[in-house]
């Protein structure tokens, strides 16, 4: 079941907040490591710190910079730092054997990621891909461990936060499971209007810019499946897609399609 709650929990709500104004604006007059800092005091697990944990953390911090696809973390490799996306935002792949690319998300920034592999010292189970121009600040992971161990209750938060995000996965277990091509569009669309939109006066528009190839890469379908529910919803007057921009021009009939 899609719903709200779940997509917030999952994620801190300033992501949203800074996903929803377009990339300029963001950063104005601001370095990427003091950017790195706000985003990081936003979370639940920063804010637990103790002042000098979390300048230990702002003093290794590591600011990187990719361009469009290029990889970032290659899958089945050892994770030895989190991560935090300052600007672009990142795919989580999988490249198969016949060199088909499936995206299991789009990540924007403001989030922190690889938390799972880190705690468990297993190796990361996606490629990790700029999707435009991206640049990260990582956090060494022995900084991190040092904090776990000493702060029981950054421990629980992480806890947290590892727990709400798997619900989100079981959610798209869910959808991919029961729902047609059509209804997982919409609920793809309704994740990416939480994280990648802005709103302008006659429609919501994503500021993450999306091929037909993109969308077949995400929904595990071919670019034709994907061309015929694009065309179906604009002329529903739902969404459309000008030039791998993609607008939202109706939300409550877009929402409609998912199958609560």
Same mark, same amino acid.
């Given at each position: ?6 997509? #917030?929990?999952?994620?801190?709500? $300033? ?9 300029? /604006?963001?950063?104005?007059?601001? %370095? ?22 979390? &300048? ?8 990187? @910079?990719?361009? %469009? ?15 935090? /996306?300052? @600007? ?9 054997? +016949? ?16 938390? *799972? ?6 190796? !990361? ?6 999707? +435009? ?5 990582? /956090? ?17 938060? *992480? ?11 079981? +959610?798209?277990?869910?959808? &991919? ?6 209804? @997982? !569009?919409? @609920?793809?669309?309704?994740? !990416? ?5 802005? &709103? ?12 037909? #190839?993109? $969308? ?5 379908? %071919? ?22 921009? *993609? ?14």
């Amino acid at each position: 079941m899609l719903k709200t709650a779940h997509l #917030e929990s999952s994620f801190p709500k $300033f992501e949203k907040k800074f996903t929803t104004l377009p990339a300029p /604006i963001q950063f104005q007059n601001k %370095s990427l490591q003091h950017t790195a800092q706000e985003f990081l005091l936003n979370y639940k697990l920063i804010q637990l710190c103790t002042p000098e944990q979390q &300048q230990e953390i702002f003093k290794h911090l590591k600011i990187s @910079r990719y361009h %469009s696809n290029e990889m970032i973390f290659h899958k089945s490799t050892s994770c030895n730092e989190l991560t935090l /996306i300052l @600007r672009g935002s990142i795919k989580l792949a999988w490249h198969v054997a +016949d060199g088909k690319q499936i995206v299991h998300r789009f990540i924007p920034a403001g989030c922190l990621i690889n938390i *799972v592999p880190l705690i468990s010292r297993l190796n !990361l189970t996606h490629d990790h891909v700029a999707h +435009d121009a991206t640049v990260i600040a990582t /956090i060494p992971s022995h900084i991190f461990y040092s904090i776990l161990k000493q702060n029981h209750q950054v421990s629980l938060a *992480v806890l947290e936060l590892i727990c709400n995000r798997n619900h989100l996965l079981f +959610d798209d277990f869910y959808h &991919q499971s029961t729902q047609s091509l059509r209804g @997982r !569009l919409a @609920r793809h669309l309704l994740l !990416l209007v939480e994280y990648f939109s802005y &709103q302008d006066k006659q429609d919501t528009t994503l500021n993450i810019k999306l091929s037909q #190839e993109n $969308f077949a890469e995400l929904l595990h379908t %071919s670019r034709q499946s994907i061309n015929k529910e694009l065309l179906w919803l604009a002329q529903h007057g739902i969404a459309e897609v000008k030039y791998n921009q *993609v607008h939202i021009l109706n939300l409550g009939k877009l929402r409609a399609l998912v199958h609560l």
